[in-house]
C-alpha cells in the first residue's frame, strides 16, 4: 500500500472524527439551551379565587421537576414581588439550589393593580371592585382577608397544576412571608392544614390529600397581626406540624422584636435536641427589618437558603397523583 494512501486514509479517518466531535458537540451545546430554556424565568398571571382580581407573579421552574421542592415569596406591605426577582436575588438563588420558585405581586401590590383599558375576565373583575368604598391602592380589612382566601389560593392552583404536570412537588411547600404577609402566610398554612382529603379511600391515610402541603415557614420581622386577621390559633394548631424560622432585626427595634418574640413564643416549648427541633428564631444585630434585611451581606439569606434545603428540599415525601381517584 503506497504512503500517499495512507495518507488520504489517515485523513478520511480525522475528518469522520472531527465530524463526530462537532455532532457531539452541537448536541451538547442543544441541550444545554434545553436545560436553560426549561428554567427560563416565566411571568404569568392569576385569577384571584374568590374575585378574579388579577395576581401577577414570576415562576422560576426547577430542573429536579417532580422531585422539587416550591417556595412561594411573599412582600412586605407597599412592596412587590421586585425585591426577590432582581439580579442576583433570593429567587435566582433559590432556583439554583434546585428549588421552584413564585414570587408574587397580591392584590393592589405591584403589577397587581387592574388598569382601565386591560382585557381578560380578570382585569375587568379588578376594574369593578375599583368602584367600590376602599378599593383604590389602600388595604382595607377585606383586603386583607382576599389575599389569604383569593389571592393564595389561587397561587396554590397554580402550584397544583405544576404538580401535575410533575414539574415540582406541592407536598414540599413552604412559603417565606415578610412583615404584613407574615400573618397571611401563617393563617393561610392554617387552612391548608385544615382541608380535608378526598373520600376515595377507606381509611384517612390512604384517601389523596387536599391540603397539608406546607411543611415550613419563614417569616422576616413578622407582624402579630392584620385588621380581621390574627394567628394565635392558627400558629397552635401549625405547631408540630410546620417548620417556622423567624429573622428579625434587633438593634433598636422594640415593636419588631416585640411581634416576632410573641409569634416565636406561640411555638414553645422548642426542643433543644437540634435533630428534633424544627422552630428557630435568629436575630440579627441590625435595624433592619423585612426585606430590607436581605442583600445586605448579612448571612439572611444563607439561613433561609439552609432551612428551607433542611425542611422542604430534603423531605422524603415522593410525588403523587393528586386528583381525586374518582376523577382518574
Known sequence: MSTESLQIRGCGRLAACLLALSVLAQSGTLQAQQARKSTAKEDHTVASARDRWPIHMTYYPSRLKEKAA???????KGGSRLIWTRKGGLAERLQSQGFAVIAADLRKHGQSKPTVGAGGAAAKAGKKNRRKKGSGTSLTKGDYGLMITGDLEAIKKFVYTEHQKK????????????EMSGPLAVVFAANDWAKKPHRDAPTVSAQTPRGQDVKALVLLSPDGSLPGVTINRSMKFLKGKVAFLICVGNRKAKGPLKNANQVYNYLKPISKDPNRRINWMNPFPVQLQGTDLLGKQLGVENVIVGFLKKYVGELKDPWRDRRSRAAR
Open 70 to 76: 416550591v417556595v412561594v415569596l411573599l412582600h412586605t
Open 167 to 178: 414539574q415540582l412537588n406541592m407536598r414540599k411547600l413552604a412559603v417565606v412571608g415578610a
